[in-house]
Every structure is written in C-alpha cells, then in structure tokens.
C-alpha cells in the first residue's frame, strides 16, 4: 500500500521550454502533496506543498510562477517547470500523505535535464 | 544550528555486520519519526515510522527513539549488500505532515 508514482523518470528538454511532472497516488487518497528538488549529494529541499483544491504553499526562495503546481484531485498533482534553464536541471520527488501512517510517501523522482 | 543533525558519513561496513545511524534534533515539538532509504537516482523509500519514545523491531531493522535526549537511532543487523544506500532521518511536529530531514548518512555494505 500507499504508492506513489511519478512521470515521466526522466525529461531533455531544450532552454525555454515548460516541462510537466505528474505526481500520482495509486492506491490511497492524498490529502496533501509535497514537491522537492535534490541535488547530487544532497538531502531533499522542499519547494511547495499543496492540498487539493487550493493554492500551493511556496517555501522561501521559490518561484511560484516558475514552479506552477495544480493539485487537481486527491491523487494526482502536477509540477510545471515554465521557461526551463540549465540551472533547473535537477532530480524532482514528489510525495504525498493521507495513507495508513501519519507520514509522506515519495514517489521515485523526475530526472530532468535542461540543455 | 540546524534542527535535525545526522552525520553524513561515509560509513562503510562489511557484509554480517551491524549498522547504527543515529540523528540529533533540537525541536522538542518533533512528535513523529521516521527512517527512509534512498537508493541512488531513486526516491526515498519508508523503512521506519515510530510516534513514541522506545523501540519498534522490524525485521532486521530497528528504530530507537529517545525523546528525553532527542536522539533516535536506526540498526540493521546481518547487513546484506543490498542495503548499501543512503539513509535519511525525518521528524514532524505535528500532522500536517511536513518534514523536516537530516542530512541523509551514505552507507556501504562490503561483500
């Protein structure tokens, strides 16, 4: 129980472009969802956390109209990376809570690559 | 000081042995806590979850908390190569669910 599944594994995409990462929870309903970005090495920095139905909540430092996300159901949210540059080139996790335990479950990330 | 500090290791053990990872934390407010295993370019992955102070057995995993000291602990025992991964402690305050994370400890199972 309480998976979490994230698409597309991995993106190219060229300078300029939007990307869209899609976050899903297949077998339970989440009342909440998280996005983070890693970078090599490095522990997960949250970036925004969303509930269905409203607005994401940014944390410090966080674009939000450069990370557009949309909770548009119980089990699924999506990140939009708008005008994409190299310095976005990151690992991308999603997770989400509301399943058996008081607690996140991430899904497997988005590696993405900004040429 | 950052609320949770957990030592980044290198920690590098040969198969059979015991592994023990531990965290700090500052926050007395953190009444929930947890272990996740990151395998490279993978996501973190829920091996542990406690809500009091004491210990929870799970298979060859154990998580210790001690909330007087603000201290919890994870042992693997018989570690296998397979557990080689980064282990990442986690805590929350409250149920809105939000996490704070540790550095995250690299570890090595030596065949």
């Known amino acids: 129980g309480a998976v979490v599944s994230q698409h597309p594994s991995w993106v190219i995409c060229k300078s300029g472009t939007s990307v869209k990462i899609e976050c899903r929870s297949l077998?339970?309903?989440?009342?909440?969802m998280f996005w983070y970005r890693q970078f090599p090495k490095q522990s997960l920095m949250l970036m925004a956390t969303?509930?269905?139905?409203?607005?994401?909540?940014?944390e410090q430092g966080v674009e939000k109209d450069k990370f557009l996300i949309n909770h548009a159901s119980l089990t699924l949210s999506t990140l939009t990376v708008t005008s994409a540059h190299p310095e976005d080139s990151s690992f991308y996790i999603c997770?989400?809570?509301?399943?058996?335990?008081?607690?996140?479950?991430f899904g497997p990330g988005t590696r993405l690559l900004v040429l | 000081q950052k609320e949770v500090e957990q030592d980044p290791g290198p920690l590098s053990v040969p198969e059979g042995a015991i592994v023990s990872l531990n965290c700090t934390y500052s926050?007395?407010?953190?009444?929930?806590f947890m272990w996740y295993r990151q395998y490279s370019r993978k996501g973190p992955e829920l091996l542990m979850y406690?809500?009091?102070?004491g210990n929870k057995e799970d298979g060859r995993f154990t998580a210790q908390v001690d909330k007087s000291s603000k201290y919890i602990s994870l042992f693997i025992r018989d570690s296998q190569p397979s557990d080689s991964a980064t282990y990442l402690c986690?805590?929350?305050?409250?149920?809105?669910?939000?996490?704070?994370f540790g550095a995250g400890t690299t570890v090595t199972v030596r065949a």
């Open positions: 997770s989400a809570s509301g399943g058996h335990e008081e607690t996140q479950y």
């Open positions: 969303s509930n269905e139905g409203s607005k994401a909540t940014y």
């Open positions: 986690a805590m929350s305050a409250s149920n809105d669910y939000k996490l704070s």
């Open positions: 926050n007395s407010a953190f009444q929930y």
């Open positions: 077998d339970f309903q989440a009342t909440t």
């Open positions: 406690t809500y009091s102070s």
